[in-house]
């Protein structure tokens, strides 16, 4: 709370830190809500920025939409190297963790692939939301 009165922006992470691509859209919705919720209230902040727990992959546009149109997150962190999506306001860094080659051939590698790829959006494994999710939606 005290660097966030320094100038300095704290974001959430999520309630238990769960692979994303593991939830349902509902449980995605929720854990970033509460999550952002709980540093709202810390900060005195009305939204906040996001990174996710893992990785953003198996999230999709509907979660993004969401939680944007409701202005509880205003940035997005993900891990999926140079890729950005600025309509997701998506920023994505480079991941070192796990069992990776060494850094400099890592940051080689995914240089390589972001150029290669046209700088694409990483979202390829989208998770399609099913009935209930999108019940839920419309519920809310």
């Keep these: 709370v005290n660097l966030s009165k ?6 959430a992470h999520s309630v238990d830190h769960p692979p994303y691509s593991a939830l349902s859209l509902a449980g995605q919705l929720a854990q970033t809500r509460d999550s952002c919720s709980v ?14 727990p893992f990785s953003e992959q198996g999230v999709s ?25 600025a309509e997701r306001r998506l920023v994505s860094r480079v991941s070192f963790e796990g069992n990776r080659r060494e850094p400099p051939a890592h940051l080689r590698e995914t240089m390589a692939r972001a ?14 939301p099913s009935r209930d999710d999108r019940a839920a939606q419309v519920r809310r």
């Design 6 to 11: 320094s100038g300095f922006h704290v974001g």
């Design 39 to 52: 540093i709202a209230g810390l900060t005195g902040t009305q939204r906040t920025h996001f990174a996710f």
């Design 61 to 85: 546009s509907m979660f993004y939409d969401t939680l944007l149109e409701e202005h509880t997150v205003d940035l997005f962190f993900g891990t999926s190297g140079w890729r950005h999506n």
């Design 115 to 128: 150029i290669l790829d046209g700088g694409r959006s990483a979202f390829t494994n989208r998770r399609t």
